[in-house]
């Protein structure tokens, strides 16, 4: 009989964050990005990656960009 020693990441194979890669993952993605913002590769991530990501891809928007976004979101509700 063989037995299989397991790490923390395969016992955790389920809550690989999308952005980085790292397991740990403690929310669903949010829906909305904006232009430029990288999208996670599966539907978890860590809070922290993805507020890092969406500060970096709101940083490089131009103002007009910024502005285009807002007012689609305004349509939506």
């Keep these: 009989m063989t037995t299989k020693l397991y790490t923390a990441a395969e016992e955790n194979e389920d809550d ?4 980085c890669g ?11 990005y904006w232009p430029g913002q990288q999208r ?3 539907e978890l991530v860590h809070q922290v990656c ?7 891809a709101h ?3 131009t103002t007009e960009q910024r ?6 979101i305004s349509r939506w509700g």
């Design 50 to 56: 993805e507020d890092e990501e969406c500060r970096r």
């Design 16 to 19: 690989i964050c999308g952005l």
């Design 40 to 42: 996670p590769e599966g």
């Design 59 to 61: 940083a490089e928007l």
């Design 22 to 32: 790292e397991a740990g993952a403690d929310k669903i993605a949010m829906p909305n």
């Design 67 to 72: 502005e285009a976004v807002l007012r689609s």
